[in-house]
């Protein structure tokens, strides 16, 4: 394998370049040259289960930074499409990994660098390698370079954003200043859900949330969704 190349698309030198091989090899190549049962310890994996952990912190902690009013619902939606086998397929081969990949005779010969759910397993354990050579930062690093740009056009694309100021937006004057007000919640002291109300233009709409913010979010959003319906009407 080319580890020079590799490095070079994804832009990190390893220290410990056994941990890049481990891993591009797939499970077919392992149970092929070393047999069962411990040809796993060979595959790559060990490193893929390790890898979506990390890949799911550094996501999930962007996106918390960087979204600070977006529901947690929301959050987890924007969350799942990212990180998902076809997604991960899209940035494996942006890398090329395609082109690194050890696999065995057979899947080889059926097109398997080519596969999204090969390529993303391969994806998840080349950040794995890297977290295991030099932590998370180098992980974080790795992973927001390759898909910032993703998380911002999926956001906007998924509606994924701030209710609040999409609601301000439609307004449009300080006179039509949506009011909000957190009139209650409910359930456990442990786990309260908020309720929160919003007020603009004589209508009221309402919202549950598990923080004050995200129940102004719920009810920004029904108030969305109201004078859109009332629009189309």
Not at 95 to 122: N, R, W, Y
Not at 170 to 198: C, L, Q, W
Not at 203 to 218: D, L, P, R
């Amino acid at each position: 394998m080319e580890t020079e190349k590799l490095q070079k698309y994804i832009k990190y030198d390893f220290k410990d370049l056994g941990l890049l091989r481990h891993a591009m090899v797939h499970p077919s190549f392992s149970n092929e040259k070393y047999g069962k049962p411990k040809s796993h310890l060979a595959s790559n994996q060990r490193l893929e289960f390790l890898g979506d952990s990390v890949l799911s912190l550094v996501v999930s902690t962007y996106l918390y930074n960087n979204y600070p009013d977006m529901p947690e619902g929301e959050l987890s939606k924007l969350r799942a499409v990212l990180v998902c086998e076809a997604s991960l397929a899209v940035f494996a081969k942006r890398i090329h990994l395609q082109d690194f990949l050890i696999l065995g005779v057979g899947e080889t010969a059926s097109g398997g660098m080519e596969k999204p759910s090969i390529l993303a397993d391969a994806y998840e354990s080349l950040i794995a390698a890297i977290y295991l050579d030099s932590g998370i930062e180098s992980a974080r690093e790795f992973i927001i370079s390759q898909i910032e740009s993703d998380i911002k056009t999926t956001a906007v694309r998924y509606k994924a954003y701030d209710y609040k100021t999409n609601l301000q937006e439609k307004m449009g004057t300080d006179r039509d200043r949506p009011i909000y007000e957190i009139i209650g919640n409910e359930g456990p002291d442990h786990s309260p859900v908020f309720i929160a109300s919003v007020s603009c233009k004589g209508e009221k709409t309402f919202g549950k949330g598990h923080s004050k913010k995200e129940a102004e979010q719920m009810a920004a959003k029904e108030m969305l969704e109201l004078i859109e319906g009332k629009k189309e009407k």
